[in-house]
Nanobody
Framework: QVQLVESGGGLVQPGGSLRLSCSAS????????MAWFRQAPGREREFVAA????????KYADSVKGRFTISTDNAKNTLYLQMNSLKPEDAAVYYC???????????????????WGQGTQVTVSS
């Protein structure tokens, strides 16, 4: 059983930066695709970014392109999301997700993923 644990959320001013981490607690963990989603109050869970486990392929939502960077550290079984130039509309609970059945399948639909973390809150406010 894979457990995903996010960390790194917090309060940041507009224009600031945060780095989120997602650690996988499994002895062997080789997902095909890892992703970040976010969910603001009253809104559906929204795709943010995805990466294959080797880190050679990425996909971003238009709303975060050029500001967010997704990456992996395979040796640490960890996924990252570097978020720069944060805006108030980026505020949400951020979730990491893993897809283990289909090679490089950066789906924007949340139900395409097999494992989820519990989420970490990001607040962007002055």
């Amino acid at each position: 059983q894979v457990q995903l644990v996010e960390s790194g959320g917090g309060l940041v001013q507009p224009g600031g930066s945060l780095r989120l981490s997602c650690s996988a607690s499994a002895r062997t963990f080789t997902p095909y695709t890892m992703a970040w989603f976010r969910q603001a109050p009253g809104r559906e869970r929204e795709f943010v970014a995805a990466i294959n486990w080797s880190g050679s392929s990425t996909k971003y939502a238009d709303s975060v392109k050029g500001r967010f960077t997704i990456s992996t550290d395979n040796a640490k079984n960890t996924l990252y999301l570097q978020m720069n130039s944060l805006k108030p509309e980026d505020a949400a609970v951020y979730y990491c997700a893993a897809e283990i059945h289909r090679p490089w399948h950066p789906a924007a639909a949340a139900n395409e993923y097999d494992y989820w973390g519990q989420g970490t809150q990001v607040t962007v406010s002055s």
